[in-house]
């Protein structure tokens, strides 16, 4: 924490090539805080019960450990080119991990998956679930609220790295700040509903057939699928998204940033999710809520956080409350996963390429709000499979280069190559 919070300024400045770690840090968390910390936690507490939501905790704290090795390996193997610019990512430390035709295979695989998982798909699920929030809270088409963020982003999109960064570092601490402060209010309002909402989430975890009914196997299957799935989503943790942030900041020595990380997932899971969780299950779920005997009709994942919060904060203001936070939450994460694609686009067809990207992102933002809600997420952990993999296996072959750097944290960092 104070790493992170150290030298905090809420002006940046403007950073020679390369962001501050702060910058790099919040950049990250734009990513991180997206649609999956709420519309996400709701899917998996309704296909997995509240007992997904412990599964999503030990994910998360597995997951730090995994993000600190991404941080690391970014900072490590990362370009800084004659004119300042850094590049850095999941396809340097692929290349480093396997120095022959496989590598260079490998970290093209990657490069197309993300740019399709994050680039595209992913930022259709989060104009998606922007464009059904702001319907439900002020009955405007989804389609408008669609085209609205599309030009809103191509704006920041044509402005460059410095522009996300910039953005991303007012718009992340605030929003955060003020999605916690409504949900400790309501929870303050719900007091007397919190014990059984913890009782829900741990006995849910190994006994979820009580809720999802079937058999207890094939129930206890789903709540782990779900909870690591829309767990994954939401910190990203071995996804390969982040670590193109992280490679960007200046710091003494990878595991300075590798330590930022870990805040990263911390803040996104245990803070924001878990917020999202017990707003939910405290109104929907305990004291014989409305989803107390499992799923119920005209209740989705779309829905349900406006829902618990209009349970307590009356109809209109817990929607629109809900719509805001998740405008500001989804566009911040398009902001940045727009940013991430477009370093790998530059990877694969060179700096001109990055102007076609960007337009086909801006489509695709357009078009995620005219879709189906379940299509888009189906698609979109689909891709993000994809780009696990890669990531994976580079972070297994270079696990020894991550220990190195644990353990010379002390000491000052070599040169960077060119």
């Known amino acids: 924490m104070r790493r992170v919070f150290g030298g905090f300024s809420m002006r940046g400045g403007r950073q020679k ?10 950049t990250a968390i734009a990513a991180q805080v997206g649609t999956g910390n709420i519309i996400g936690s709701c899917s998996a507490i309704l296909v997995g019960g509240p007992g997904a939501i412990f599964w999503m905790w030990i994910i998360a704290f597995f997951g730090m450990s ?23 990512g999941p396809v340097y430390y692929i290349k480093r991990a396997f120095q022959n035709k496989f590598g260079t295979f490998l970290a093209g695989f990657f490069a197309v998956a993300i740019t399709l998982a994050l680039g595209f798909i ?20 989804p389609w408008i609220i669609g085209a609205v963020v599309a030009v809103a982003s191509a704006f920041v999109f044509l402005g460059g790295v410095q522009r996300v ?3 991303t570092e007012k718009l992340v601490p605030i929003m955060a700040v003020l999605y916690l402060l409504g949900g400790l209010v309501l929870l303050l309002l719900r007091l007397p509903y919190l014990p059984e909402t913890f009782g829900m989430i741990f006995k849910y975890a190994f006994f979820p057939n009580a809720i999802l009914g079937g058999g207890l196997g094939y129930a206890l299957k789903t709540a782990i699928s779900q909870g690591v799935k829309r767990g994954l989503f939401s910190n990203e943790a071995g996804m390969g998204s982040t670590p193109h942030a992280h490679a960007m900041a200046k710091v003494k020595t990878p595991h300075e940033q590798g330590v930022v990380a870990m805040i990263g997932v911390f803040i996104d899971t245990f803070l924001v999710l878990t917020m999202t969780a017990l707003v939910v299950i405290s109104t929907l779920y305990a004291g014989n809520g409305p989803l107390a005997g499992g ?10 956080a406006q829902l618990a919060f209009s349970s307590v904060f009356g109809e ?6 809900v719509a805001v936070c998740l405008l500001f939450f989804a566009f911040s994460t398009i902001l940045s996963w727009n940013f991430f694609g477009k370093l790998n686009v530059a990877y694969l067809f060179g700096k001109r390429a990055t102007a076609v990207y960007s337009v ?3 489509v695709f933002i357009f078009l995620g709000s005219c879709l189906s809600n379940d299509l888009v997420w189906s698609l979109s952990d689909l891709f993000n499979q994809l780009m696990v993999l890669p990531n994976a296996l580079a972070l297994l072959a270079l696990s020894s280069l ?12 070599p040169a960077s190559h060119h």
Not at 403 to 411: G, H, P
């Open 66 to 88: 995994t993000i600190y090795a991404e941080a690391v390996l970014a900072q490590e193997t990362r370009v800084v080119h004659a004119d300042g610019t850094v590049s850095g």
């Open 316 to 321: 209109g203001l817990g929607s629109i409350f």
């Open 295 to 304: 799923a119920a009709e005209g209740i989705d994942q779309s829905n349900m």
């Open 402 to 413: 991550v220990v190195k750097a644990a353990r010379r944290r002390t000491t000052k960092t």
């Open 165 to 167: 960064a910039s953005v």
């Open 17 to 26: 090539g390369g962001l501050s770690s702060f910058q790099a840090l919040t």
């Open 360 to 362: 086909l992102g801006v």
């Open 122 to 141: 992913g930022c259709m699920v989060q104009s998606n679930s922007i464009g059904q929030t702001c319907g439900n809270a002020f009955g405007i088409p």
